[in-house]
């Protein structure tokens, strides 16, 4: 069963298992990464306050756009060079709790049929507003898992 309730309720409690774990990271190795390539604790943290924008404009496309159409989303050239690394954590954090408390606000209002309207996506079979925020759910606690392997990294190079 698609309980849309379920999926809210993981939503917003998410910063507050996520807010209290970025500012558990030490100073000293928050913008650390661990190898080449791979990003540091708080370019996931502020990864994770950038997709909502996104998340924003799909919804609205789904919500009115019977036939619309799902740019799949990978981080850009700049992302991946660490751009991230310039962004303030703390407004992101900021940022993250604010719109992800708006959004909730908005989940809340949607009918049992918003849920279920489709679009297509550009990497997956089949798309629906349901599982966009199922996979925002599991999306920020994979975020997170990623903050606190960094967090408790004993060997750092």
Not at 34 to 61: N, Q, T, Y
Not at 80 to 105: I, N, T
């Amino acid at each position: 069963m698609n309980d849309a309730g379920v999926i809210i309720a993981a939503l917003e409690r998410a910063p507050a298992i996520i807010l209290p774990l970025v500012s558990e990271v030490p100073p000293a190795i928050q913008k650390q990464r661990p190898k080449p390539g791979k990003w540091s604790a708080h370019e996931h943290a502020c990864h994770l306050a950038a997709v909502h924008p996104m998340i924003f404009g799909r919804l609205d496309l789904m919500l009115k756009d019977a036939r619309a159409r799902i740019v799949p989303y990978f981080p850009n050239p700049d992302e991946e060079a660490g751009a991230f690394l310039k962004v303030d954590l703390g407004e992101a954090m900021e940022r993250f709790s604010s719109d992800r408390q708006r959004l909730v606000g908005r989940l809340k209002t949607l009918s049992p049929e918003d849920w279920q309207r489709t679009a297509e996506h550009g990497e997956y079979s089949h798309y629906s507003v349901f599982i966009m925020f199922r996979h925002l759910a599991m999306h920020d606690m994979f975020h997170a898992y990623r903050i606190e392997e960094l967090l408790l990294k004993k060997d750092w190079e």
